[in-house]
C-alpha cells in the first residue's frame, strides 16, 4: 500500500517509458496511487496494455502506446497521444532500459552501441521530448539509472558506463533547465525484484556460476534482506515528481536497501 498521499499527482500525467513490466510497471502503479494519469510507452504496446487493464481496469487514467526510446519521432507520437487523450504532460519518467552481460574484453562495439543507445541515448531522447511536451510551463523528469553507474559490477562494463553517464545527465539536466521550471533527477535502484534480474542470474548460471535460482536468491541487499520491490521504487519516483521534492535537485538517489553507500 502506498504511504504517498493519494492527492500528490492529481491532475497531472506523466509518461514512463519501458512501462510493461518490471520497474516501470511498479513506477506506473505509484503514479496511479498518488491520483494521477500513467502514459505507458513500451516497444511491446501489447503488454503495456496488459499492465494498464490490471492496474486501471476501467481504463480512465491510463494510456498505452508504442514508443521507441531511441527515435525521436516516435517519442514525439507518444506525447501527441498522450495531450489528445489527457491534455498537458507535466512528468516523465525515463525507465526503458536493457543489460547484456559479458566481459569486457569481448563487448563488439555493435554491443556497446545498442546498450548505450536505449540506456543513455534513450534517456537523453526521452528528457527531449518531455522538454518540448512541457512548452515552457515547466514540469518534472525521473532518470532511472541503477547503483551499477555509481560501483560498476563485473561483466557489465557497457551497463555501468550507461548508468554512469544518465547519473551525470540527470546533474546537466538538472542545471540547465532549472530555469525552464523543470526539475530533474534519477533514481538508483539495485537488486529489484524483476524479469531484468532474473535475466541476469539466468545469464550467469549459462556462465557455470551457479544454478539461476540460487543466484537471484542471493542478490538481496544484506541491510534488508530481501528484494526491494517495484512499487517501493515507484513509490520514490512518484514523490519525486511532486511538488514535495521541489528542493530535490539533480540528484541520484539510491534505492537499493543499503547496498550503495554514497
Known amino acids: 500500500m502506498s504511504t504517498l498521499s493519494t492527492t500528490a499527482l492529481a ?9 510493461a513490466r518490471g520497474i516501470g510497471a511498479g513506477i506506473t502503479e505509484a503514479i496511479l ?9 513500451d516497444l511491446d504496446e501489447a503488454a ?10 476501467g481504463g480512465a487514467h491510463t494510456l498505452a502506446f508504442a514508443a521507441d526510446v531511441t527515435d525521436p519521432v516516435s517519442l514525439d507520437r507518444a506525447v501527441e497521444a498522450t ?8 512528468g516523465w519518467v525515463n525507465n526503458a532500459g536493457i543489460v547484456r552481460m559479458g566481459p569486457a574484453e569481448t ?36 532518470n532511472i539509472a541503477s547503483n551499477a553507474g555509481k560501483v560498476g559490477f563485473p561483466n557489465m562494463a557497457a551497463y555501468n558506463a550507461s548508468k554512469a553517464a544518465v547519473i551525470n545527465l540527470t ?30 542470474a539466468e545469464e550467469l548460471a549459462r556462465d557455470g556460476k551457479g544454478d539461476a535460482g540460487t543466484l537471484f536468491a542471493g542478490m538481496v541487499p544484506g541491510q534488508l534482506g530481501r528484494h526491494v520491490t517495484p512499487p517501493e521504487v515507484g513509490e520514490v519516483v512518484a514523490f519525486l515528481l511532486s511538488d514535495a521534492a521541489t528542493i530535490i535537485r539533480g540528484q541520484a538517489i539510491n534505492v537499493d536497501g543499503g547496498e550503495t553507500p554514497y
Open 11 to 19: 491532475g497531472r500525467t506523466i509518461a514512463v517509458t519501458g512501462a
Open 107 to 142: 563487448i563488439s562495439p555493435e554491443a556497446w552501441t545498442g546498450e548505450l543507445g536505449v540506456n543513455a541515448l534513450g534517456v537523453f531522447l526521452g528528457a527531449q521530448a518531455a522538454f518540448r511536451a512541457f512548452d515552457g510551463a515547466g514540469g518534472a523528469i525521473v
Open 171 to 200: 546533474r546537466s539536466l538538472a542545471a540547465e533547465w532549472a530555469d525552464r521550471g523543470i526539475n530533474v533527477n534519477a533514481v538508483c535502484p539495485g537488486s529489484v525484484a524483476t524479469p531484468m534480474l532474473h535475466q541476469v
Open 83 to 90: 495531450t489528445s487523450r489527457f491534455g498537458r504532460l507535466s
Open 48 to 57: 503495456a496494455g496488459e499492465t494498464a487493464q490490471q492496474l486501471d481496469p
Open 33 to 41: 496511487a498518488a491520483g494521477g494519469n500513467a502514459v505507458l510507452l
